[in-house]
């Protein structure tokens, strides 16, 4: 299966287009990447859903957004499928037992981690449906939602149960820290790195084991949950190359810089920034592949489709450097924040978000923030067909 790779570019206009939460302001430019990014991809998912195969008769159609975000762009994305499934079915109608046309209803499933706030979630669907009403809307989404709290690593839905899944942006979290680069005993110690762009061999090599452990749970949970021919659309931060590690940018390497700064000022203790560690790994395309290849009797990949440049386009177009840096720094900002917080607490996130982009704004200033785009991240979107 060959990669179908695109260059995403669209103007920084869009940025101050977003909407806010009232109670959170921080997270508007990550809410907005996250935008770019899933609008970029919704051609592949129109594709899946225009040639799925349509169910008739068979009840409700259960469509799963696993590691859903809580924000508008959630909704966005479940009514848009569900506003294109609908359509299919309008334009393809089946017939039921008796004869008639059936369009069937659909189930709306969301996922994420106990603790996170499904009431705001389901206040933007109500928002959404509200809005829709008074705009005297005659097409609106109609779908029964629910909440599944649990990880995606495990089971979280009954067996034969799911025709589409979903997940955007969330298997590059991995399920937990490897236990190896927490023990100052191992080759495979991080400490003094606060990412993996510098880390040792022996660190990646740690990582890429539980990523891979994760990627199989996935999909054997999947394969559980999805009815047979039922899809699932994923889409995750990857890479070219196992080594160097690059992922998205050269940004995310001024973070371990700045770490550096403030602990050799003594602003924040250098045991607390060892024993702090990414969450994520961004998997390269042949450990991505040696695990699809382990489940080819199970999915069949229908697609492989990569971006580039999605995370980049949320400069172009802003020619003022301070602007630029401030829209890379509230990213980060509202991506990591909390993690940030619940390690280094407030006082510590917020001078470093300030030192950020002090850094970037130097970095932007001599044009060094994205030069080496051979070996920059990449989002990597699979449409996989349950056999």
């Known amino acids: 299966m060959e990669i179908l790779e695109l260059m995403i570019k669209r103007p920084a206009a869009y940025i101050e287009q977003v909407t806010l939460t009232p109670e959170d302001g921080r997270g508007r430019y990550a809410r907005t990447a996250e935008r770019y990014v899933l609008n970029a991809f919704l051609p592949v998912v129109y594709d899946l859903i225009d040639h799925m195969s349509l169910q008739v008769g068979s009840g409700a159609i259960a469509i799963a957004d696993l590691g859903c975000s809580m924000s508008p762009n959630t909704i966005t994305n479940m009514e848009s499928i ?16 008796e004869g008639s046309e059936e369009v069937p209803e659909f189930q709306a499933f969301f996922n994420e981690l106990q603790g996170h706030d499904f009431n705001t979630l389901f206040q933007l669907i109500n928002i959404s449906k509200t809005t829709a009403a008074e705009q005297g809307d005659g097409e609106a989404v109609q779908y029964f939602a629910s909440a599944v709290t649990g990880s995606f690593y495990d ?5 034969s149960s799911v025709h589409l899944v979903m997940s955007s942006l969330a298997l590059h979290w991995i399920s937990k820290i490897p236990t190896a680069v927490l023990d100052s005993n191992s080759p495979a110690y991080n400490g003094g790195h606060t990412d993996l762009h510098r880390s040792s061999r022996a660190t990646l090599d740690a990582y890429a084991e539980q990523a891979e452990k994760d990627l199989v749970d996935f999909l054997s949970a999947r394969a559980a949950e999805l009815v047979t021919g039922g899809s699932m659309f994923l889409v995750f931060g990857a890479r070219d190359h196992y080594i160097p590690y690059r992922v998205v940018d050269e940004s995310f390497e001024a973070h371990e810089t700045v770490w550096n700064e403030l602990a050799q000022e003594g602003e924040v203790a250098e045991d607390l920034r060892d024993s702090f560690n990414p969450l994520t790994y961004y998997r390269s395309f042949s450990e991505v592949d040696k695990v699809l290849h382990a489940f080819r009797s199970v999915f069949e990949v229908v697609t492989k489709t990569l971006f580039r440049n999605l ?3 949320c400069l172009q ?5 301070k602007k630029r840096a401030h829209m890379c720094a509230s990213i980060t900002r509202g ?7 619940s390690h280094f607490g407030e006082r510590v996130t917020s001078l470093f978000m300030h030192r950020l ?20 991240g990449c989002f990597l979107s699979l449409v ?3 056999k």
């Open 384 to 386: 996989l067909r349950r």
């Open 335 to 341: 991506m990591y924040s909390n993690i940030l917080e």
């Open 155 to 159: 089971r979280v839905l009954p067996s």
């Open 317 to 321: 177009g802003e020619s003022d450097v």
């Open 311 to 313: 995370i980049s386009i």
């Open 82 to 97: 569900i506003k294109r499934l609908s359509e299919r079915y309008r334009a393809n109608p089946g017939r039921d037992s």
């Open 357 to 376: 982009q002090q850094h970037l704004l130097e970095r932007i200033k001599s044009n060094n923030i994205y030069a080496d785009r051979a070996h920059q």
